[in-house]
C-alpha cells in the first residue's frame, strides 16, 4: 500500500486493514497533509474488494488531539476562500469516512478533541480506553463544529451534541459509552486484547452480508448525510474562522492567553 508520512495503513493478511493516525510526537493532531492522505487512504479502501473491515486507530498516547497548532497558525491567516478549501478538504474526509463501503470500528484512548468527534462519529463502531477524555472544544476558541455537528447528531442525538457543542467541555469515556459514542470501554491496558475479540468477532461475518447490511442501514437512515448539508457545514466553519470573534479565539489560542469575551468586565 502507498507510503504516507502522517498516516499508516496496514492490510492484514486476515482481510482486513488498520488506518493508523501516525504523529505520535504530536499526538495524532491532525494538519493539512494529514487530512489529504486520510482521504487517499479511504479512497484506496473503498477500491479494495478483498478487505472485509477497518480499524482506525492512533499510535502513541492519545487517538487525536484535534487541529495541529502549525496549522491553525497558517488557517488564523487565510481569507474566506482559502479557509473554504480547508473545509472542503475536511469535509471530504468525513463524508468519505462515513460513506465508505467496508464496516468501520474506531479504537480510541487518550484524548480525542475536535475534529476527533467526528472520526469517531464517522465510523459505525467505536470502543475505547476508560481513561479516555474527549471534548467538542471549538466553542472555547472562537469557532464551531460544523463539519463534524451532523455526524455527531446521528451518533449521540441531537441534546447531547447541542450540549457538548455549546458548553465545551471535557467529558469522560464512561459518559461517551453513556451516550452511544463508544460501544464498550476497557482499562487501557486491556484495550489490545480486546481490539482482537472485536476482530474475531467481525471475521465471523459474511463479507458481502455486511457491506450490504451498510447500505442498508444508510439508505435507511434519517436525516441524510446530505451533499447539500455536507456544503452549508464547509461554508459555515470557514465563514466563522474569518469573523472577527473567529480570529480573536484563533489568536489568542496561539499567543496563549486569554481570548477578549473571557476577560474581566471593568
Known sequence: MTDF????????????????????EKNNAFNAEMIRELVSAIDQLQADPSLRFLLLRGRGRHFCAGADLAWMQQGAALDFEENL?????????MYSLYHLKLPT?????????????GLIAACDMAIGASNAELSLSEVRIGLAPAVVGPLLF????ERATRRYALTGERFSAGKAHELGLLAEIYAAEELDAR???WVGNLLLNG???????KDLLRETASPS?????????ENAIAQIRVSPEGQEGLNAFLEKRRPAWQEPQS
Open 5 to 24: 508520512q502522517t498516516v499508516e495503513l496496514i492490510k492484514d493478511p486476515r482481510g482486513f486493514a488498520t488506518l493508523w493516525l501516525n504523529r505520535p
Open 195 to 197: 481490539v482482537e475479540d
Open 85 to 93: 478549501v480547508d473545509a472542503r478538504l475536511l469535509g471530504q474526509l
Open 154 to 157: 446521528k451518533a449521540i442525538g
Open 105 to 117: 470500528l474506531a479504537v480510541v484512548q487518550g484524548a480525542a478533541f475536535g475534529g476527533a468527534l
Open 207 to 213: 463479507p458481502e452480508a455486511m457491506r450490504a447490511c
Open 225 to 233: 448525510l446530505s451533499p447539500a448539508l455536507r456544503r452549508y457545514t
